[in-house]
């Protein structure tokens, strides 16, 4: 928060220098912090006043001020002094200020109490008695007084917060002001109470007032009524009468018209003039009466208007309706007041009325008619033939009526009065008659609708019928697929593709047709009625589901067509996509340690070997996908858009893979960035560790040691000569820094954390180094300085006399052009121009070495001191103007020897030309045999001379072309000077000539050129194959110690060093000479040491010198004296032997010689630069003091010796040795690179010459040639591919080479521990041969069963149970072997040292091989066993379908069902059938067939220890499901097969026969039966390539999760159909099915009871087709008002009621017929009275007829509130039978979705039926798990005995029998799963209490 005072230089300026928080309006004078910043405010650093007021310090009084004004809304009572003053900002500050500020609060206070109780006071004397405008005046008071104190709250608050900024100096103000508060909300809290009470005293006394002025208005109200309705009272009956004189006045009038109108008297007659006066006169006086009248109800109206409310409103209401009266009068008498001038219009328009009458009663005849014709629709459907009866006769009567209504519409134009009202009520009339036509109309439509819709359904219905048809087409087209034979031959193949795509375009057709149809129907429906729409759209979309399940199917099978032809098309696609997946996926693997999430954790030479793994796979896999991409590619353009799907698939795959190979490749990427990274961390690691020993030996040479530093001593002395080697080597070591931190910087990004980590580290050591390089640096600061300046001058005026020398080379080069000729022969000028521009580059360079050198130097130099820098740059000066002389001079010498080169070249260019023309010469010569004969005989010229004239032109062209090109060259030349230009002027024209005469000889020459460049095309191809062989021997020869003799000459070298090295020990302890050691090994010998005496010697050494590493075997031992025996005389001479001792080394580092072998006090010899070499006889020695080892060597090149550092204390190399095989390589490397070389060089010569012989046209022996060169080039890529095969094998070599070369030199120690491994394996060894020996046993005993290879053989055995239980006893006795050698081996392991290689290393390795082993042969005695087991589960497979299959058809023969067999199996009082009786039933249906141990087996397998009731059902009763469809043949040979029909996916089949394999073809079938339809056929298993068309699956069984019915037949579910309700938790057994049953549309009908009136909606025929109330004929409805007699009679009946119209009643008897009368016996419903009605009189008229809207209720249903008898809501009551009920509205049909049925039988009672599948109905398991710990006892009665043991909750059980009840318990018997025991559990107790659930299986 930054709100506060600031104080600047200036508003809006940029400094700041104090701040005060303060929020006053006024700056303060004190509290500003200064800085703004400060933490706290320092009294007295800042004070602030108002510009122009006087300065005053911090203790100053406090301004005066006048007293604060009284207290007022607009002046609170501590409100602050104006603030121009300043008071308020001073008073928050000084303790004056604050008394002063306490003193004007106090007063408020005191003000605002003085003025608050006198309010309080006022309001004292206040009650419920007291003036309301008193009490009003006391309340405004004392609202005054509390926005006052509001007021002064506020301003007391303010004083309180600007005292509190004082601080603690204001604590006393603060407390005093703070006192103050309290009393201002005392006196807040008695206004309050004295407002609260006025408040009650002004609402009871303003209520008071209010009730007495409402009683007063009451009074004076009732007064005013009683008056004003006595006065109503006597005017209004003189009003009424008035009134009513008027009325009977009119219609008086009226009475004396009417007679004239109806009946008019002759016009000339005196009567009828005598009438028209009387009603003249009449109208007139009614007039006037009428006038009167409404003037009197004016006036009563004004004085009814200021009467009292009640009595206003009554007379009113009165007068109105008196006036009401008076209008209607009026409008009656207006048209009689000119009676006489409109009766002859009145007497027409009565005409015209009577004719328009007549009129519309025939019409309305007529419309009566069509209205009982058109009655049949109520009925149901017309036919087409009564719709047109009708239309007959409605159609008259509809005209007639629009004429009637257009004539009454223009008379009513012209009428009024009387004639107006008539015609208005006959065109009322009339509207109703039209009406009524047009609910005719409607109806006649409706019905023509409904009869077109049928037809439009029937067609609707008919072409999806043609659809199935096609559909079905379809599948018999797709049959040959179906049998189970996926690639069928292709002749074959092609025709059922064929026939398919036929059928589908026709089925295609067929289903867009009717689809097409039945859209075009569903958009007209639009215009029908509300319910036929709905229900035509109902139907439709019936239709539309049928045709949507055909599209579904026709879409599938185009599908399945098109992936045949896919298939049958793509088979190559196929194979070559697999091929590049497999490629692929053997990339992954071998890329997938480069997948680790850790990859650091993964070893270097494992990301090494991933790598070469991956990159020996990459090419094979990037070639099969781009070879897949290919061959798609190939497919896709030769096909268009066929097979887009398959092709899509297949290049989904092709891009899966691709996408595959390239998150390898980048997997592959990132280890190898791994591995480079880690390779350069081992790299500059060693630079850094050799450049931190260099540092570590300056630090020495320029720090003092421990002893120095002791005494005193801060620095060390070093030479001169130290100090410049320690100058260039930091020197050096910081320019090799700072290339390795860059290229650690560059490595870092990306990389794991672990390589980012080692590179941290690394980077790290760098800046140490260089740090301490710089420490060292300023050690020698003075001393480098000078060494190293004296050191660059001495080197700088080195190089200013290598360039003086140069330059005096250059003079002397220069000599040739001195002497006088002007123009000097070619060659000499030639020579003289090469030395000199020679010499011009050398000094050149050495003049920008010179310069670049000084620059530098002079550049560091001046970094030094002054005192040694300023005579440097002197020196550096004079050396700069040395060196710039001589650049001058070789400038001029340049440009003259630019000049005299020109020159030379001009005379070369005509000597050039001379020469051409020599070669044109030649040509002319060459070419003339040719041209004086003619062709043919030119064509037989000798070879010679053909060849000669070929090379000729060859040589004549070359020449050309050099001179033309050395000429143009020239041109630029010559520019300035005029004899050049003229020289090349003459040149070219020369030049022409020349190439004139080429181009005449070259058209003779072209004939002969061709083939002879062919011919010496294919002889040089000839020779360069025969080059390459032999580069190639010669490559293999060179490379033979390596790649054929596997290195051993180099071992032979190796151990050779090793003897030689024991030696030279023996030699240093015994100190001998080389010559005193070669007498003893010779034995004496001077002429040299023979082979026998050699080899003994090495024999014996061993043991005499002690050296275990020399220990040979004979035959190293003799190749040894072979190596050291060089001459190959048979005898090893001293130099020879001496030969044995000498080593050579390369220097890797720059390092010193010294005279000794402490450094530290020898003096170098001689400075070794990287890569000289050194030899030596001598061994290696370490420094005592450093820890260095050196050796004492010569330089080879200089011949000095000294010591050297082989390597540093801290690892740094120096040396390394050179052995035979590093010289041999390197080369090895030369000579196979140079052979390599020669051999591309010769593979290029035949693409070129091929592409040469390609442009020479096509001549017959070019083609030739080119065709024998051609055939030659593989050969020479087979031989490039053998030296790259060599190359491989090398570079093998070369890795190998190490690895044995240290098993070589290691091999004594690798001899002794291998003796002591050897003694640690033997126990373990000794125990595994045991257990192998054991094996042998089980396998011996098994041999008999597992030597059977073929099914008949295994078939043909005997006892596999004997074998079988032998073999199991000897593979225990494994097992067992097998723990107690593994004992052994964990034994042995624990005494292993720990090692990471060698031979307790490899013991370690042999005892894991041997415990594998163990486990292996444990595994393998398994495998025995189980493969014992395999013959045996053989034999049950083959066997256990013969005896199904016999047990079967004995079943089919004698009628029994498995049931009944089990029962007749199984023993009295068992459960289960023996093994023994299974066997004796089983050999009585096969005999001899079945092998007695083979039924035993199929027994076992069945179940052990006897067969249950279920799985002697499972073993007998097959089922599969069908999981492709499938086509269901007649025969078992697929060729004899006609299809019986197709079975659909998801079917269930189950097996009647087999399965039987036809081994030809591969197929597996079986007979079986549809469950769906009892269809019986033979089935293909899985089709030849292995797609599975069946799926065996086990019985099904259900349960029920609530009560359901089980019915007699699939389509019965009525109440009588009932087998009996299946309860909860009861198992059904599957018998058949599952089948769709399909429902009709139900019927619901909104209807009234007519008992009760109760309305609802009822079932008339349900989903089944069951009549719950039918329309009933006995119900009658009254058409016309009929009487109900007491007797048939119609002569002696009486009345016994009067029937009205629509009245119902029943017929009880009747219809009898009398004298044309129709009469019945009926009850009324109404009352249920009885007697006999006439519903047709003997005139025809028809009083009653049968109702269509009434049912009969046939079965007790329920009335309910909502239509869907789904979600039928609220029962309304129940209906009983009898009961009649009418219809409120037509009949709807409802639709109910489609049932799956299935037969079962109940498990408890056997009973069986059909159980729709539902949510109450689902598949059942054996499998129960316990949901709360139940007991399981041993029998099925749970009193009397105790449990076995208590199931756990969440633990699973096998239900084995039932379940089943026991009494209201439910109970079964059941196996634990835990512990296989068995005994009773109860599933849900006597309380309905669940136990356990069942697992729930598959839906059904």
């Known amino acids: 928060d930054f709100s506060g005072w600031w104080f600047g230089d200036q508003v809006g300026g940029s400094q700041v220098w104090a701040r005060c928080v303060s929020d006053s309006m006024a700056p303060p004078r004190v509290g500003w912090r200064v800085p703004w910043d400060s933490q706290r405010a320092e009294q007295g650093l800042l004070l602030v006043d108002s510009a122009g007021a006087k300065s005053s310090s911090a203790a100053a009084a406090p301004r005066t001020s006048a007293p604060p004004p009284p207290p007022t809304r607009s002046n609170p009572p501590s409100s602050a002094p104006p603030s121009n003053s300043g008071a308020s900002g001073q008073g928050a500050a000084s303790s004056a200020n604050l008394q002063a500020r306490v003193k004007r609060a106090t007063a408020s206070v005191e003000k605002l109490e003085v003025a608050a109780k006198a309010a309080v006071a006022s309001c004292k004397s206040a009650s419920a008695d007291t003036d309301v405008e008193a009490l009003r005046r006391m309340k405004q008071d004392i609202e005054k007084q509390q926005s006052a104190l509001q007021e002064g709250q506020k301003a007391l608050t303010q004083d309180i917060t600007e005292a509190r900024k004082g601080g603690v100096s204001a604590t006393s103000s603060v407390t005093e002001l703070s006192r103050l508060s309290p009393r201002l909300r005392n006196l807040q809290n008695q206004l309050n109470t004295e407002g609260n009470k006025l408040r009650n005293f002004m609402s009871k006394a303003e209520g008071a007032v209010s009730e007495k002025k409402k009683a007063e208005n009451e009074a004076a109200q009732k007064a005013a009524e009683e008056r004003d309705s006595k006065e109503l009272q006597e005017s209004l009956p003189a009003t009424q009468e008035v009134v009513t004189l008027s009325e009977e006045s009119v219609d008086a009038v009226h009475a004396l018209a009417a007679p004239l109108i109806a009946e008019p008297p002759d016009e000339s007659s005196d009567l009828l003039r005598q009438a028209m006066d009387e ?60 009676f006489r001038k409109d009766f002859h219009a009145r007497v027409a328009a009565r005409k015209q009325l009577s004719e328009l009458a007549e009129q519309l009663a025939a019409a309305e005849l007529e419309l009566e008619k069509a209205t009982m014709m058109s009655s049949a629709a109520e009925q149901g459907q017309m036919s087409e033939e009564e719709i047109q009866s009708v239309e007959k006769v409605v159609r008259p009567a509809r005209n007639s009526i629009d004429s009637a209504i257009r004539t009454l519409d223009q008379k009513l134009g012209a009428a009024d009065g009387a004639m107006k009202e008539e015609l208005t009520v006959m065109k009322d009339k009339a509207a109703g008659f039209k009406k009524s036509v047009e609910s005719v109309v409607s109806v006649l439509r409706k019905q023509r609708d409904s009869l077109g819709t049928r037809e439009m359904l029937r067609t609707a219905g008919e072409n999806i019928d043609v659809a199935e048809q096609a559909l079905t087409k379809c599948t018999e087209a797709e049959m040959p697929f179906l049998k189970g034979i996926e690639i069928l031959p292709a002749e074959e193949s092609s025709k059922a593709i064929k026939d398919s795509e036929t059928a589908s375009s026709k089925a295609e057709s067929a289903v867009n047709t009717a689809k097409n149809f039945i859209k075009t129907k569903l958009a007209e429906t639009k215009k029908y009625g509300k319910e036929l729409a709905a229900s035509v759209t109902e139907e439709l979309n019936a239709h539309q589901q049928r045709l949507d399940a055909v599209s579904k199917k026709l879409t599938t099978f185009k599908k399945e067509t098109s992936e045949r032809k896919a298939s049958a098309l793509l088979a190559e696609v196929h194979e070559s996509v697999t091929t590049a997946e497999s490629a692929v996926k053997r990339m992954t693997e071998a890329a997938e340690v480069f997948f680790a999430e850790d990859l650091d954790s993964v070893s270097e030479d494992r990301l090494k070997q991933a790598k070469e793994n991956t990159s020996a796979v990459e090419k094979e896999a990037s070639e099969a996908v781009n070879e897949a991409r290919k061959v798609f590619n190939a497919k896709r353009s030769g096909r268009g858009q066929e097979n887009s799907d398959a092709m899509n698939k297949l290049h989904h795959r092709i891009n899966a893979a691709n996408g595959d190979l390239s998150k390898a490749k980048r997997a592959a990427a990132s280890g190898d960035k791994l591995i480079k990274g880690k390779e350069i961390v081992a790299e500059h690691d060693k630079l850094v560790t050799e450049i931190e020993e260099e540092v ?180 550096f000066g004079k050396m700069t103007e040395r060196i710039n002389a001589v650049a001058s001079k070789l400038a001029q010498f340049r440009d003259d020897t630019k000049s005299r080169k020109k020159t030379a070249m001009m005379q070369e260019a005509g000597e050039k030309m001379t020469n051409v023309e020599a070669e044109v010469a030649k040509l002319t010569e060459a070419v003339e045999p040719f041209s004086k004969e003619g062709g043919d005989e030119a064509e037989v010229r000798s070879e010679e001379e053909t060849e000669r004239l070929v090379e000729q032109l060859k040589a004549t062209q070359a020449a050309i072309e050099d001179t033309k090109n050395f000429i143009g060259a020239r041109q630029k030349d010559v520019q300035g000077n005029a004899d050049h230009v003229a020289t090349i002027k003459a040149l070219n024209k020369r030049m022409q000539d020349a190439s004139a005469t080429v181009s005449k000889h070259r058209k003779v020459a072209s004939v002969f050129e061709a083939k002879y460049a062919a011919k010496r095309a294919l002889a040089e191809a000839n020779q360069k194959i025969v080059d390459m062989e032999e580069q190639l021997k010669k490559a293999e020869d060179a490379a033979a110690p390596i790649v054929a003799d596997g290195c051993e000459r180099f071992l032979v070298a190796e151990s050779a060093l ?47 010198l002690g050296r275990e590493e020399c220990a040979f075997s004979e035959a190293r031992r003799a190749a040894i004296f072979a190596h050291a025996d060089a001459d190959g005389d048979g005898k090893v001479s001293l130099e020879e032997f001496k030969a044995l001792f000498l080593q050579r080394f390369v220097c890797v580092k720059e390092v010193s010689v010294t005279e000794g072998l402490q450094v530290a006090k020898s003096k170098t010899v001689a400075k070794i630069e990287s890569g000289e070499t050194l030899e030596t006889f001598h061994g290696v020695q370490t420094e005592e003091a450093t820890g260095m080892k050196r050796i004492e060597c010569t330089i080879a090149s200089s011949g000095k010796a000294g010591f050297v550092t082989l390597e540093s204390n801290s690892g740094t190399t120096f040396l390394e040795k050179i052995s035979p095989f590093s010289i041999f390589c390197k080369e090895l490397t030369a000579t196979v690179g140079a052979c390599s070389k020669e051999m591309h060089k010769s593979y ?235 066997a004796r039933r089983a050999e009585g249906l096969v005999g001899a067939a079945c092998k007695a141990e083979h039924i035993a087996l199929v027994a076992q397998h069945i179940e052990a220890g006897g067969i249950g009731r279920r799985k002697f059902q499972a073993f007998l009763q097959k089922y599969y499901k069908v999981v492709k469809s499938i086509a269901l043949t007649n025969d078992i040979v697929i060729s004899n097969a006609k299809s019986i029909r197709k079975l659909e996916e998801g079917e269930l089949v189950e097996l009647l026969e087999g399965p039987k394999t036809n081994e030809k073809l591969g197929l597996t079938r079986i007979r079986g039966k549809s469950l769906a339809d009892g269809a019986e056929g033979w089935i293909s298993l899985q089709g030849n390539q292995g797609t599975p068309f069946l799926e065996e699956i086990d019985k099904p069984f259900y349960v029920c999760t609530a009560e359901s019915k089980l019915t007699t037949g699939f389509d019965q579910q009525a109440e009588a159909d009932l087998v009996r309700a299946l309860k909860p938790d009861e198992v059904l057994e599957f018998v058949e099915g599952p089948r769709k049953r399909v429902y009709e549309p139900a019927l619901r009908v909104k209807g009234k009871a007519t008992s009760d009136g109760a309305i609802g909606w009822f079932t008339a025929r349900d989903k089944t087709g069951a009549v719950f109330a039918e329309a009933d004929n006995k119900y009658y409805k009254c058409t016309a008002s009929v009487a109900m007699t007491d007797d048939q009679d119609i002569k002696t009946c009486k009345v016994v009621k009067k029937l009205a119209v629509d009245e119902i009643f029943i017929v009880e008897e009747g219809p009898t017929e009398d004298s044309g009368l129709q009469r019945v016996r009926g009850k009324c419903i109404a009352d249920g009275q009885a007697g006999w009605v006439t519903i047709k009189g003997n005139a025809g008229t028809v009083y009653a007829e049968e109702s269509s809207k009434h049912y009969c209720v046939l079965q007790p249903m329920p009335l309910t509130k909502m239509m869907p008898s789904a979600k039928p809501g609220e029962t309304v009551r129940q209906l009983e039978r009898g009961e009649a009920i009418q219809a409120l509205e037509n009949p709807r049909k409802e639709t109910a979705p489609a049932e799956t049925r299935v037969k079962v039988r109940a498990a408890a009672d056997g009973v069986t039926g059909w159980v729709s599948l539902t949510k109450e109905v689902r598949r059942w398991t054996p499998q129960y798990k316990c949901k709360s710990k139940a007991p399981l006892h041993p029998a099925l009665a749970v009193e009397g005995g105790d449990a076995t043991r208590e199931i756990a909750s969440g633990e699973t059980v096998e239900c084995l029998e039932g379940p089943v009840e026991d009494g209201k318990v439910l109970r079964m018997k059941a196996r634990a799963q835990k512990d296989g025991v068995v005994g009773w559990v109860t599933i849900r107790d006597g309380e309905g209490a669940r136990l356990f659930d069942n697992v729930e299986g598959p839906r059904a």
């Open 279 to 338: 009603v003249e006169t009449a109208a007139t006086e009614a007039q006037e009466k009428i006038t009167d009248a409404r003037k009197r109800i004016n006036e009563a109206l004004q004085k009814a208007r200021k009467f009292a409310p009640e009595t206003r409103k009554l007379a009113l209401g009165e007068f109105t309706g008196l006036q009401q009266k008076l209008t209607e009068a009026q409008k009656k008498l207006n048209p009689l007041k000119q």
């Open 696 to 875: 570590k030996q300056a630090e020495r040479k320029v720090k003092p040691g421990a002893e120095e530093a002791a005494l005193g001593i801060e620095s060390a002395k070093p030479s001169d000569e130290d100090i410049e080697q320690i100058g260039t080597a930091l020197d050096t070591a910081q320019k090799t820094l700072k290339a390795s931190l860059r290229v650690i910087e560059a490595t870092s990004g990306g990389g794991p954390a672990s390589l980012k980590a080692a590179l941290s580290k690394l980077a790290e050591r760098c800046k140490a180094v260089q740090k301490t390089i710089g420490e060292i640096l300023g050690l020698t600061k003075e001393q480098r300085e000078r060494v190293m300046t004296e050191a660059f001058l001495r080197e700088g005026k080195a190089k200013s006399a290598d360039v003086e020398a140069a330059l005096e080379k250059v003079n002397e080069a220069e000599l040739p052009f001195l002497k006088g000729l002007e123009v000097l022969p070619l060659e000499e000028a030639t020579n003289a121009t090469k030395a000199s521009e020679a010499a011009a580059v050398e000094l050149q360079s050495l003049i920008s070495s010179a310069r670049t050198f000084i620059a530098a130097k002079n550049l560091e130099i001046k970094h030094y001191g002054e005192v040694v820098s300023k005579p440097a740059i002197e020196e």
């Open 1058 to 1104: 090793t003897l030689a090295q024991a030696w030279r020990e023996h030699m240093l302890a015994k100190e001998l000479t080389h010559e005193a050691l070669f007498a003893e090994v010779a034995g004496g010998a001077s002429d040299g040491i023979p082979k026998d005496a050699f080899v003994e010697h090495l024999a014996w050494l061993p043991e005499a």
């Open 1244 to 1478: 290029r010569f035949f693409q070129q010459k091929l592409g040469e012989l390609g442009n020479m046209g096509k001549d017959p022996a070019v083609a030739a040639a080119k065709s024998d060169i051609a055939k030659l080039k593989p050969k020479a890529g087979k031989a490039q591919g053998a030296l790259q095969k060599l190359k491989d094998q090398i570079e093998d070599g070369k890795k190998e080479f190490p690895a044995k070369a240290r098993k070589e030199r290691n091999a004594h120690i690798e001899a002794r521990e291998r003796r002591e491994a050897e003694a640690l394996i033997a126990p373990a060894t000794a125990k595994v041969e045991a257990l192998e020996a054991a094996l042998a046993s089980v396998e011996e005993a098994a041999k008999a069963v597992t030597s059977l290879s073929t099914k008949e053989e295994v078939l043909a055995f005997d006892t596999p149970i004997a074998i079988s239980a032998e073999v199991e006893r000897l593979s225990a006795a494994v097992t067992k072997a097998a723990a107690e050698s593994k004992e052994v081996i964990s034994a042995q392991q624990g005494q292993l040292p720990k090692v990471v290689k060698g031979p307790m290393m490899e013991a370690k390795r042999e005892l894991m091989k041997l415990s594998a082993k163990s486990e292996q042969f444990r595994k393998k005695s398994k495998g025995v066993v189980d493969a014992v087991k395999a013959k045996g589960k053989q034999i049950v497979d083959a066997r256990a379908p013969e005896l199904s299959d016999a047990m079967r058809a004995e079943m089919r023969q004698k009628g029994l069902t498995v049931d009944s067999l089990f029962m007749e199996l199984v023993a009295p009082g068992d459960e289960k059938i023996s093994h023994e009786a299974f």
